[in-house]
């Protein structure tokens, strides 16, 4: 069966469709002296042939349309479908970086800071870093801020080694609440390896620094202990020369008027107690 498609063609041409009837209907009726009757019979028994091979064209291009149509169809599904799982995997990203406690934020050259940037930062530095200069957020002031810039500008040229350089700038937060923030800096290049923008890393290190500071007061008392323990009758002395020093000290400071002289000894004698309380890690 001829499709609509072949079906207008052969009218467009020919004015019907029924072009095999019709040339049967001529050759009929046309003499056999006719000279042209041989190659017009030819041409009716292959017509019939070359008609079902334009049709069986006109078929596979249908089918070849209906296919890329569906292609496309599948493809703007997949594409759906992949800016879905992008979205949901950036999401995903954004909640794993923002669960790690640290302040992540980037700034150009020009110093200002880019729209990317984590959630800690709002904590740990005070502040959303999104288009403010980066001196600003690393709490730099105002009267080094243009030392800060010529830091940067060394940064981004990189003139010597980017750790070295890096070093030089701010390293820790003034944080209202007396959070210990650390801060360091590493590279994004760009394909020639040139520096194109500066990570900032802001870590919160207070627990750190207050268990440091815990290990070094039990270390000191540890070693004070020792000190007791190893020579316990030096430090009877001690006791017993400090109790007479400090009872000699109050009983001149609580006269009226001191001399000059007796001024000196109260020096002298609470520097000797100093520095016997020292040798025992006081």
Known sequence: MRSKRLTRQLKKAFGDESIEANLKAVLDNLPDTVAEKAAL???????????????????????????????????????????????????????????????????????????????????????????????????????????????????????????????????????????????????????????ELIVAIVTDRTNEVRAKKEANEMQAFAVLVSSIIRDRERFRRYVDSARVILRETWDMIDRDFLQEQELQVIKRQLHTLKGVSGSFGM
């Open 41 to 195: 019979q030819h041409f009716a028994d292959v017509l019939p042939e070359f008609l079902n091979s334009v049709q069986e064209s006109y078929d596979q291009t249908e089918e070849r349309v209906v296919m890329a149509q569906r292609s496309v169809d599948i493809s703007n599904v997949e594409l759906t479908e992949v800016n879905q799982n992008l979205f949901n995997l950036n999401k995903t990203f954004q909640a794993m970086v923002n669960s790690l406690g640290q302040g992540f934020f980037l700034f150009g050259a020009d110093g200002v800071c880019l729209p990317v940037y984590t959630k800690a930062c709002e904590t740990l530095l005070e502040v959303v870093p999104a288009g403010l200069q980066a001196s600003k957020v690393l709490g730099v002031p105002e009267e080094k801020a243009e030392y800060f810039q010529r830091w940067c500008d060394l940064l981004f040229r990189e003139v010597i080694e980017f750790s070295e350089i890096a070093a030089a700038g701010p390293s820790t937060f003034p944080h209202s609440k007396d959070l210990s923030v650390a801060i360091e800096y590493k590279p994004v290049r760009d394909y020639d390896g040139n520096v």
